[in-house]
Nanobody
Framework: VQLVESGGGLVQPGGSLRLSCAAS????????MKWYRQPPGKERELVAS????????TYEDSVKGRFTISRDNAKNTVYLQMNRLKPEDTAVYYC????????????WGQGTQVTVSS
């Protein structure tokens, strides 16, 4: 099982980044997918989620209207489009897969750093 995040980097405030999380080793279409982030010195927090069928999404309040989660089950990939980035979005971003029949079956990626700074 592997979840590999990519797309992080350094961006100026107001800029955009698109994170990707490529999955392998499990039936991606049966898993709900989530993006978490962990700012420096803080706990990991849920940012966005998308159901296995792709129809239902949720967002943490501070990213609503700026971030969009999506998935391509044919490519076994989940995305996080991040627009109008702010310095407080600086964090390591992780993707997580949770089985839609039992959240005990869950996998994490290794994380990708996003730094928003001028």
């Amino acid at each position: 099982v592997q979840l590999v995040e990519s797309g992080g980097g350094l961006v100026q405030p107001g800029g955009s980044l698109r994170l990707s999380c490529a999955a392998s080793g499990f039936t991606f279409s049966l898993y709900n997918m989530k993006w978490y982030r962990q700012p420096p010195g803080k706990e990991r927090e849920l940012v966005a989620s998308i159901r296995s069928a792709g129809g239902t999404t949720t967002y943490e309040d501070s990213v609503k209207g700026r971030f969009t989660i999506s998935r391509d089950n044919a490519k076994n990939t989940v995305y996080l489009q991040m627009n109008r980035l702010k310095p407080e979005d600086t964090a390591v971003y992780y993707c997580k897969a949770e089985a839609n029949w039992n959240i005990a079956y869950a996998y994490w990626g290794q994380g990708t750093q996003v730094t928003v700074s001028s």
